[in-house]
């Protein structure tokens, strides 16, 4: 069984920075990309930023130069580094995986249980 367990959650004042953690679980055989979305309350899911397995990177405009995604070496820890935080960008945080359970498997996508940050003063 594979879990996504999201970390890093916490009240930020405007100006600050935060970083979130997303550390996968169980057995398979390969995570190729990654992701973290946002969901304000009220409003529809949104993607924040994806990596991929050889490490390209994209970000929503409403985050980017302000966010950075990386995953650590055996790239089953997902980050997301978040500076300049606004009011805007309080939401619930999800991390998301494209996983592999078996080699040239179709991969399936798991979602971590979400983690809150709230940007006020």
């Known amino acids: 069984q594979v879990q996504l367990v999201e970390s890093g959650r916490g009240l930020v004042q405007p100006g600050g920075s935060l970083t979130l953690s997303c550390i996968t679980y169980?057995?398979?055989?390969?995570?190729?990309?990654m992701a973290w979305y946002r969901q304000a309350p009220g409003k529809k899911r949104e993607l924040v930023a994806t990596i991929t397995d050889g490490g390209d990177t994209t970000y929503a405009d409403a985050v980017k130069g302000r966010c950075t995604i990386s995953r650590d070496r055996a790239k089953t820890t997902l980050f997301l580094q978040m500076n300049t935080l606004t009011p805007e960008d309080t939401a619930v945080y999800y991390c998301n995986a494209h996983i592999r359970m078996a080699s040239y498997a179709p991969s399936h996508i798991f979602w971590g249980q979400g983690t809150q940050v709230t940007v006020s003063s």
């Open positions: 169980g057995t398979f055989s390969s995570i190729t990309s």
